[in-house]
């Protein structure tokens, strides 16, 4: 007998643990507090751009490998914005699996399918281009500019290197440069002062001689870029506006085309893919020859390479 008001089991729903909320806790708990700011930065944004506004109002139980393809299918994005919308979301999931919220991951599923654009290479300046800027670098007016100019184009190094760069580090008498902190920006305008970000990146490189005889002196605990405070993203891009109307060049004035065209041409002089890797303070040769080597030679270069070995011609 059925009486009235009664609640059977089966037509209970069990509570849910709506994803938005889910996926804060996550994020505030366990991950903000043990990764870098960047990083975090990064992991905020895949969750406010991408992941809360469609998942955000769902329960973590229901969300399916369709509704992740679904969202994969709808980003615009290139193919590296989406792996770290993956990395995201496969973090979150494998809590709610750990917390026996779900009895699979979704994101684990053999025919969710990920795929987008390549990013865009950074393409390094030519030869004619860095010897314009070289030659030109007495007609940027500020001392500051100068250095930068002369830090950054003549030595593989990233930007945040340079800006983390102080005047103790600038070994004269040696001609090193001492690579020991770094200078990020995580919130674009406040500059954070860290270590390198991987024990590779720990390093000294040659100083150049041109650079040499273009680099004032300092107070040791100094910043090269900045003095007492290091350069913020802003400063940074006024700067390269500034040197830019300088010396006159037509392109735009890019620190990553920098570091892209030193290691280049490292290379390209020296083949010597551990000299470059060396320089570039990256852990594996892969990555070196991957991001950074684009090679010089044009293809009647490669053919000939290729004659000459063999003894053709």
């Not at 940027?140 to 102080?166: F, I, M, N, W």
């Not at 892209?260 to 852990?283: E, F, M, S």
């Amino acid at each position: 007998m059925k009486l009235i008001g009664e609640i059977h089991p089966e037509t209970v729903k069990t509570c849910g643990h709506n994803f938005r909320v889910y996926a804060k806790n996550w994020f505030v708990t366990y991950s903000n507090p043990n990764i870098e700011r960047a990083t975090a930065q990064t992991y905020q944004r895949q969750l406010t751009s991408y992941i809360y506004p469609v998942f955000g109002d769902m329960d973590v139980e229901d969300v399916t490998t369709d509704h992740i393809q679904t969202l994969f299918n709808g980003m615009d994005v290139a193919k590296a914005s989406k792996d770290k919308t993956r990395m995201v979301l496969n973090m979150i999931f494998d809590m709610a699996l750990d917390d026996g919220i779900i009895v699979k991951n979704p994101m684990k599923s053999k025919r969710l399918r990920i795929t987008g654009r390549a990013s865009e290479p950074t393409e390094e300046y030519s030869i004619e281009q860095m010897q314009y800027l070289i030659s030109h670098i007495s007609a940027v007016k500020s001392d500051t500019d100068r250095a930068y100019l002369a830090l950054q184009a003549l030595h593989p190094l990233r930007l945040e290197e340079v800006l983390g760069l102080k005047w103790e580090d600038v070994d004269r008498e040696h001609m090193q440069l001492h690579i020991c902190r770094a200078v990020t920006h995580p919130t674009r305008n406040m500059p954070e002062v860290k270590v390198p970000k991987t024990k590779a990146s720990v390093r000294s490189v040659g100083l150049s001689k041109l650079a040499l005889d273009i680099l004032g002196e300092g107070d040791p605990d100094e910043f090269v870029v900045g003095g007492e405070k290091p350069f913020s993203y802003t400063q940074v891009r006024r700067m390269c506006e500034r040197i830019r109307k300088d010396t006159g060049f037509e392109d735009k004035i890019t620190p990553i085309r920098f570091r892209t065209t030193v290691l280049t041409d490292i290379y390209d002089q020296t083949k010597d893919i551990k000299q470059a890797q060396a320089a570039a303070g990256h852990t594996t040769a892969t990555m070196t020859l991957k991001y950074y080597v684009k090679g010089r030679s044009g293809m009647h270069e490669a053919t000939s390479a290729v004659e000459r070995a063999y003894g053709v011609g």
